[in-house]
């Protein structure tokens, strides 16, 4: 399988699209006045404590108070309770009071009108390792199947772990295979940060940045690089020097396929790319075999409707409804990724009532979703038909980061038709006619609606102007929307 990665560079922002035989499978978007927030690190002040909900608002010198709940607090180890019946953690006034300081790291970036989410669970990532200094487990990352590796890698980081300050690991997946030398490299320089990161939190005051974690181009290097990724072409020579440089230190197997792309042609344009980022901000999504998704992303959840289309199938109705199906399961994950959607996903595959079709489709979306880096949960398809599934977002979905609610239909997606307008519009002539002693009504209105009352709602308007007495005219506002209007005495 072929993957590449193409990174894009303008001073304004940097984009990175991940390909897979050709077809943009992720794309990434940073921009330099707007910088993702998660894996900062930051000093901040507990400014309000809220027992009802189990959490507090903490400030870290951000426009919206930051959120942390009392399951995100960690407890000393000299003060940890066993669980009550299963309730797990402290109240949270046990835990936290007002006007406190402590370290905090973002693990949701603000989404919406929602502040940011934070957990003081600190965990510091490098290429083979993940740092948590407040905690004393070492696990494997899951996708490390064989179970000799994962012992030998765990028995590697136990064993040198008494060299370098209390703290618990996980080895992450592309540690796969490699040496005793190189996670003990990653240990030293991470222990090496974690002490320049205490460091500056002591001299820091409250609302302070004391860790930022890497740009966008370095942070995809770091995480989502394998010993897969065939050529990493960049479009900056500066941008290509550091990462270059970055490959050659930590990941040295991958620096000779960094390249500098110097070419006139757009870096995106090379598979599409750009227009895959415009169909990806679209609700409809085509099929291949002349089906189709709708796709709604709503504050609460994400909605996704499969329907067969202009596809008629070869057999029988059964059977093309199947075929739907499995090609929309591929899809559906491809758009997950694409436009990186998260929370609670419900997805409306079209109904077949054989069983065995059933499990195919779910074991397709299965083996589809293994491929994303994001961590997700299936359910079994619901007693409605519908499959529920949650996909972890830590980030903004590609909607929200290139575009904002409409100011038209605030957000609705449908304006009132002009003839509804008319009809308001009759409505208000009369309540203004009744309350006031004038000669004529002027109406301010769109170019469609005012076109509808001269044309198709004369009648009408005779009729009223007949009812109240009065003189109505009309007046075309351009900058008005279909829903606007105004009834002005004169």
Request: net charge negative; with cysteine; proline share 2%.
């Amino acid at each position: 399988m072929s993957e590449e990665l193409l990174i894009n560079v303008t001073p304004q922002e940097t984009r990175v699209a991940f390909v897979e035989n050709g077809i943009l499978q992720e794309v990434h978007i940073e921009r330099a006045r707007k910088r993702g927030l998660v894996g900062n690190i930051y000093k901040g002040r507990v400014c309000r404590v809220l027992p009802g909900m189990q959490a507090a608002f903490v400030d870290i010198g951000l426009e919206r108070t930051a959120f942390l709940h009392a399951s995100d607090v960690m407890v000393p180890a000299s003060e940890a309770k066993e669980e009550d019946n299963g309730r797990g953690a402290e109240s949270i006034t046990g835990l936290l009071r007002e006007g406190q300081d402590l370290l905090v790291q973002v693990i949701k970036d603000p989404l919406g009108t929602k502040g940011a989410r934070l957990t003081t669970h600190i965990s510091i990532p490098s290429r083979f390792l993940v740092f948590m200094p407040g905690n004393a487990h070492i696990g494997v990352s899951q996708k490390i199947e064989a179970e000799e590796e994962r012992t030998r890698l765990k028995e590697l980081v136990r064993a040198a772990a008494p060299e370098f300050a209390s703290g618990g690991y996980i080895v992450r997946t592309v540690a796969e295979g490699v040496s005793e030398e190189a996670l003990r490299a990653d240990m030293r320089f991470l222990h090496k940060l974690w002490s320049e990161i205490q460091e500056r939190s002591g001299g820091e005051a409250s609302g302070s940045l004391v860790h930022e974690d890497l740009p966008l181009v370095m942070r995809t290097m770091r995480d989502l690089v394998g010993s897969a990724i065939e050529k990493v072409r960049i479009d900056s020579r500066e941008t290509f020097q550091r990462v270059h440089k970055f490959a050659s230190k930590f990941i040295a197997e991958l620096a000779g396929r960094v390249e500098y792309y110097p070419g006139e042609r757009p870096i995106f344009d090379l598979y599409g790319v750009e227009d895959e980022v415009q169909k990806a901000l679209e609700r409809k999504v085509q099929l291949k075999s002349g089906g189709y998704l709708i796709i709604d992303q709503t504050e609460a959840m994400t909605t996704i409707d499969v329907n067969t289309g202009a596809f008629v199938g070869h057999r029988n109705l059964e059977e093309t409804i199947f075929k739907t199906n499995l090609e929309a399961a591929q899809a559906i994950v491809r758009q997950l990724r694409l436009r990186n959607l998260g929370g609670i996903i419900i997805i409306d595959f079209i109904d077949m009532s054989d069983l065995e079709h059933r499990r195919q489709v779910l074991r397709a979306l299965e083996r589809s979703l293994e491929r994303d880096y994001a961590k997700t949960h299936i359910s079994e398809v619901s007693s409605l038909g519908l499959v529920e599934m949650t996909r972890k977002r830590t980030r903004e979905s590609l909607e929200h980061i290139l575009c904002e609610t409409c100011p038209t239909c605030n957000g609705r997606g449908s304006l009132k038709t002009a003839e509804t307008v008319c009809y308001e519009i009759f409505r208000e002539i009369l309540r203004e006619a009744r309350q006031y002693d004038t000669q004529q009504l002027l109406v301010l209105a769109s170019q469609e609606v005012v076109d509808l009352m001269l044309d198709e709602e004369s009648t009408s308007v005779a009729e009223l102007e007949e009812f109240i007495g009065k003189t109505i005219k009309f007046q075309v506002e351009s900058l008005y929307t279909q829903e606007q209007y105004d009834v002005v005495l004169i």
